[in-house]
Nanobody
C-alpha cells in the first residue's frame, strides 16, 4: 500500500499563498486518483480537490470544492511521485488540517470527491490563516 506524507503547512496571513506537498512512497502514484481533504476543529473532514489520472475513460480531470475553486490548484509531478496543492488568496476559513489521500483505481460507486473513495491517507499538515 502506498504511504503518504504531507508537508508545507504553516501559519500565514489572509491573502497569502501556500503550497502543500504530498510525497508518496511504496508505490508509483502516476495512475492513482489523488485527493486533498481538510478538517477544521469540530467539523467533518471535507473534500478540497482531486485529480483523476489521464489513463482513465474520462481522459483525466480535476475536481474542486466550490469554496476553493479559482483559488486552489491540484497538480502532480510523477517524476517526484508527489502531488501538490497550491493555495492562493487564503481566507480565515481555510484554517484546517489538510490531508492527502490516494486510491489505486478509479472504479467505484463512490465519487472521488467523497472521503470514503480513498483507502490511503497521510497524517496531515496544519494550515492556519490569521487576519
Amino acid at each position: 500500500q502506498v504511504q503518504l506524507a504531507e508537508s508545507g503547512g504553516g501559519l500565514v496571513q489572509a491573502g497569502d499563498s501556500l503550497r502543500l506537498s504530498c510525497a508518496a512512497s511504496g508505490r508509483t502514484i502516476s495512475n492513482y486518483v489523488m485527493g486533498w481533504f481538510r478538517q477544521a476543529p469540530g467539523k467533518e473532514r471535507e473534500f478540497v480537490a482531486a485529480m483523476v489520472p489521464p489513463i482513465t475513460w474520462s481522459g483525466g480531470r480535476t475536481y474542486y470544492a466550490d469554496s476553493v475553486k479559482g483559488r486552489f490548484t491540484i497538480s502532480r509531478d510523477n517524476a517526484k511521485n508527489t502531488v501538490f496543492l497550491e493555495m492562493n488568496s487564503l481566507k480565515l476559513e481555510d484554517t484546517a488540517v489538510y490531508y492527502c489521500a490516494a486510491r489505486a483505481t478509479v472504479s467505484s460507486v463512490i465519487p472521488p470527491t467523497h472521503k470514503d473513495f480513498y483507502n490511503s491517507w497521510g497524517q496531515g499538515t496544519q494550515v492556519t490563516v490569521s487576519s
